[in-house]
């Protein structure tokens, strides 16, 4: 058994105040428009199969088969994810992210404003 945690502890996610368990700044925010059909249904099932900090450690085959993509599409999926601030990959671990107001593009990721200044207020750059 693979033990699991958060890659971004401060980004572990919690139940939005509306309806649905997908958070609706999917939507709002314009994150959905960016993400191709099929980096849509690899959150859809990551969603899906994580756990209470948003973790599971599928492999890329298994991903592969189960959305029917080939390996190499669901690494560039994956990617696109990482990119768009939506999720975190540790192989073999996946970590939901929660959706940060205010993303900041940074040499090191997304960000959010508060997460620049908490590592400015630690000393850290």
């Not at 099932?45 to 189960?66: E, I, P, Q």
């Amino acid at each position: 058994m693979v033990a699991k945690h958060p890659i971004y502890p401060d980004r572990i996610r919690k139940i939005p105040k509306q309806f649905s368990w997908l958070d609706h700044r999917l939507v709002s925010n314009h994150y959905i428009d960016r993400c191709t059909h099929k980096a849509a249904a690899l959150y859809l099932f990551l969603v899906t199969v994580a756990d209470a900090n948003g973790m599971s450690y599928y492999s890329t085959r298994t991903l592969s088969r189960r959305l029917g993509m080939d390996e190499p599409e669901v690494i560039r999926v994956r990617t696109e994810l990482v990119d768009i601030g939506l999720i975190a990959y540790r192989k073999p671990l996946y970590q939901v992210l929660a959706i940060d107001p205010e993303p900041v593009r940074t040499h090191g990721g997304l960000q959010s404003v508060e997460q620049i200044f908490k590592r400015i207020a630690e000393g850290r750059s």
